[in-house]
């Protein structure tokens, strides 16, 4: 990758218009919408909060996406655009991950993340992989099955420790992990005396999460010394930094970039700040400040 920032699983890249807008704006990889093996269409409205003054999102979109088979079009899109691409797969058990690992595979994407924490959908990821075992044979599963690079996408569980599924996601074969998906939440309409939303499976995002994910990579980091992205929460070029610091090498961004007015200037200013900050600080290289916070 030219530089550690790309876009996470939850912002566009369903469809090659989708992918085309992503390739414009300076990202270093596209990562697709979680693909399952069957089209879903989304929960109905409402299925989206925007909270402005916590420049956050409660979402019950349900993971909508237009199926395995449209993988090929997806990868073939985000390669013409001279980026790695990353299929974000879903899946409700072993035979499912495996499949639509494959046809990504086959369809010459440069990785597949595997989306191992859905909050927002019943049945996909930790909801359908009740203990870490069952994680661990999924992600074995597919990493001795497909040559490409694997990566773990986990989230914050009330059931199972992060550190442990990092640890046994690791231990099945995952290349990295991506740190952390949206938090399991629920919103109560008290006037209604109903869920907010359409489902009660909701997902929040945005700016609240930076400091959850950053204690996520950190521990994670400082326990296995893994391949981390880091994700949540992050809109400037410190907290960019900061999940650097903390030990990752990657960043993705999906509330900053659906919110900023134009995403390739946010990507691009990020960029220089970042670089500024490196040379200000006397790293020759980022690779020299990953995890440089346990080094102290």
């Given amino acids: 990758m030219r530089h550690p920032v790309m876009n996470g699983s939850g912002l566009l890249g369903s469809s090659r218009q989708q992918v085309s807008i992503m390739c414009s704006w300076g990202l270093a990889a596209i990562v697709t919408k979680t ?22 999102v409660i979402n019950s979109m349900g993971l ?10 997806l990868v073939q899109e985000a390669r013409g655009c001279g980026v790695p691409v990353i299929v974000s797969v879903g899946g409700r058990s072993l035979e499912e991950y495996l499949e639509v690992s494959s046809i990504a595979e086959e369809a010459g994407a ?6 191992l924490s859905c909050p927002t959908t019943s049945g996909y990821g930790l909801n359908s992989l009740t203990d870490l075992q069952t994680m661990y044979e999924v992600v074995r599963g597919v990493s001795s099955t497909v040559r490409l ?14 550190i442990q599924m ?8 995952a290349r990295a992990v991506t740190l952390i998906n949206s938090v399991k939440v629920v919103s109560i309409d008290p006037e ?3 869920y907010s939303l359409s489902s009660s499976n909701m997902g929040y995002s945005g700016a609240p999460i930076l400091y959850i994910g950053l204690r996520a990579v950190h521990d994670a980091y400082k326990e296995y010394k893994a391949e981390i992205i880091g994700c949540g929460g992050i809109r400037y070029w410190s907290d960019i930094a900061s999940y650097i610091l903390a030990g990752a090498r990657a960043v993705q961004l999906v509330t900053s970039l659906m919110t900023a007015r134009n995403p390739r200037e946010h990507v691009s200013n990020l960029l220089k700040e970042l670089e ?7 790293f020759s290289t980022l690779e020299e400040a990953v995890g440089f916070i346990h080094k102290r």
Avoid: C, Q
């Fill in 35 to 56: 693909i399952t093996r069957y089209p879903r269409v989304m929960n109905k409205p409402p299925n989206i909060l925007y909270l402005s003054d916590l420049g956050a």
């Fill in 64 to 73: 909508p996406n237009p199926g395995a088979t449209h993988i090929y079009e």
């Fill in 110 to 115: 440069s990785a597949v993340e595997l989306n």
């Fill in 149 to 162: 690079p694997v990566i773990a996408k986990l989230g914050i569980d009330f059931r199972n420790g992060l």
């Fill in 166 to 173: 990092v640890g046994k996601a690791l231990e099945g074969g």
């Fill in 192 to 194: 209604k005396l109903s």
């Fill in 276 to 282: 500024n900050w490196l040379e200000r600080k006397g």
